[in-house]
């Protein structure tokens, strides 16, 4: 399983909420991230509440395309000057996972951020590019590398990543 995510989704879907066979079971990416759901049936809500909904349907987000408005080199990431900083992220991972999704290669990017994960309380958002894991630099790899070594790796995750300034 990868970490888990949930965003603004770019289509939404119903699907049973007990398919897993869990009545009110949450569906979670793979490795690749390409399938996840919200927790509950409204709007995001950071407070963990265990109340099952009591319809029989809960929304299946799906976020195929890239949230990225152009590609980026990483030549362009480590350019002195450049429209990017640098910033780092401890991020604690839960029972379920980091709460967020890479994609890309070389360089990887923030594809998705649980509005309410451990990812998001760190301040990682959408659209950063991955610099480094745990001191590792990461900037030629790609996302299922990338993935993998957050899996396999210890419950907190040290990470840099390359967010662009605003102009």
Same mark, same amino acid.
């Given at each position: 399983?990868?970490?888990?995510? +949930?965003?603004?989704?770019?289509?939404?879907?119903?699907?049973?909420?007990?398919?897993?066979?869990? /009545?009110?079971?949450?569906?979670?990416?793979? *490795?690749? =991230? *390409?399938?996840?759901?919200?927790?509950?049936?409204?709007? /995001?809500?950071? *407070?963990?509440?265990?109340?099952?909904?009591?319809?029989?349907?809960? /929304?299946?987000?799906?976020?195929?395309?890239?949230?990225?408005?152009?590609?980026? *080199?990483?030549?362009?990431?480590?350019?002195?000057?450049?429209?990017?900083?640098?910033?780092?992220?401890?991020?604690?991972?839960?029972?379920? =996972?980091?709460?967020?999704? $890479?994609?890309?290669?070389?360089?990887?990017?923030?594809?998705? $951020?649980?509005?309410?994960? /451990? +990812?998001?309380?760190?301040?990682?958002?959408?659209?950063?590019?991955? $610099?480094? $894991?745990?001191?590792?630099?990461?900037?030629?790899?790609?996302?299922?590398?990338?993935?993998?070594?957050?899996?396999?790796?210890?419950?907190?995750?040290?990470?840099?990543?390359?967010?662009?300034?605003?102009?």
């Amino acid at each position: 399983m990868g970490p888990r995510t +949930a965003v603004a989704p770019s289509k939404e879907v119903k699907a049973p909420a007990g398919g897993s066979g869990h /009545p009110a079971a949450r569906l979670r990416s793979s *490795s690749d =991230g *390409s399938r996840y759901s919200r927790r509950g049936a409204g709007l /995001p809500n950071c *407070s963990s509440s265990s109340s099952s909904s009591s319809s029989s349907f809960s /929304p299946v987000l799906f976020n195929p395309k890239s949230v990225l408005k152009r590609p980026v *080199s990483t030549e362009e990431l480590q350019r002195p000057g450049g429209p990017y900083i640098k910033k780092t992220f401890t991020i604690v991972g839960d029972a379920v =996972g980091w709460g967020f999704v $890479v994609r890309g290669n070389q360089p990887c990017h923030i594809q998705a $951020v649980e509005p309410c994960g /451990p +990812a998001a309380a760190a301040g990682m958002k959408v659209c950063q590019f991955v $610099v480094s $894991v745990n001191g590792l630099n990461v900037l030629n790899l790609d996302y299922r590398t990338v993935s993998h070594l957050i899996l396999t790796g210890p419950r907190t995750v040290v990470m840099e990543v390359m967010e662009e300034t605003e102009h």
